[in-house]
C-alpha cells in the first residue's frame, strides 16, 4: 500500500511536486514503519493538499483508519 508502486504513491503522484515515497522498517515484532513523502518543498505539498482535500479525506477514512499509529509533518531543505 504504502510502497514506491502503491496506492499511496500513486495518489500522491497526481501532483507535480511529489518526487517519492520511502518505506522502512521500525520493529520487526509488531509489524511498525515508517513512512516518509518527498516533495519539491513545502508549496507542492500544501497545494496538493488543497486540491485534493476531498480525496485525501475519504482515503483516510476508508484505506488508512486502524493503520496509522501517528502522522507528522516536518520540512526540511535538502540541498544537493
Do not use: C, N, P
Not at 502503491?6 to 511536486?17: D, P, T
Amino acid at each position: 500500500m504504502f510502497g514506491r508502486g502503491g496506492i499511496w504513491a500513486q495518489f500522491l503522484a497526481r501532483s507535480a511536486g511529489y518526487i517519492v515515497t520511502d518505506v522502512k522498517g521500525e520493529s520487526a515484532d509488531d509489524g511498525r514503519y515508517r513512512v516518509r513523502d518527498f516533495w519539491h518543498g513545502h508549496r507542492g505539498f500544501e497545494g496538493f493538499r488543497e486540491r485534493y482535500s476531498e480525496d485525501f479525506a475519504q482515503f483516510d477514512r476508508q484505506i488508512v483508519d486502524g493503520l496509522i499509529e501517528r502522522q507528522e509533518f516536518r520540512w526540511r531543505v535538502l540541498r544537493s
